[in-house]
């Protein structure tokens, strides 16, 4: 991705967001989002994507072995929550005060 421009998500740390696509796609289940990294434009999805690591023994971890962590995924894959309709939403952007604030398309609140 160019260094240019930076993208502009909707999507942010702590939103409630559900995957549309994908092998952990479920329109019903909202998980939360624990990670945005936005010069790759993924994100990391609590229990989406779960990978298996393999680690050697270290000073942190004496023990090594296998751990189970999440991996990223395209932010195009997953799309957020709106906790009053319980479905899943389409962002719009809007000034309020001077204050830069999204708005859920489908109840039409400040999220």
């Known amino acids: 991705m160019s ?4 993208p502009k998500f ?9 995957v549309i696509a994908g092998d952990d796609k479920d ?18 999805v609590e229990g989406v994507n ?3 690591k393999h ?3 270290s000073a942190q971890n004496t023990k090594g072995g296998i751990i189970k962590k999440e991996a990223p995924v395209h932010i195009s894959n997953v799309m957020l929550w709106d906790a009053k309709k319980s479905a899943p939403t389409k962002i719009k952007r809007s000034r309020e005060s001077g204050k830069l604030v999204r708005i859920s398309k489908k109840s039409g ?3």
């Open 109 to 111: 609140e400040v999220i």
């Open 55 to 57: 680690t050697k023994p």
């Open 27 to 44: 329109l019903k289940k909202p998980r939360k989002v624990l990670k945005v990294i936005v010069e790759k434009s993924r994100v990391v």
């Open 10 to 18: 909707n999507i942010k740390k702590g939103d409630t967001v559900v």
């Open 3 to 6: 260094t240019r421009f930076t």
């Open 50 to 52: 779960i990978i298996t």
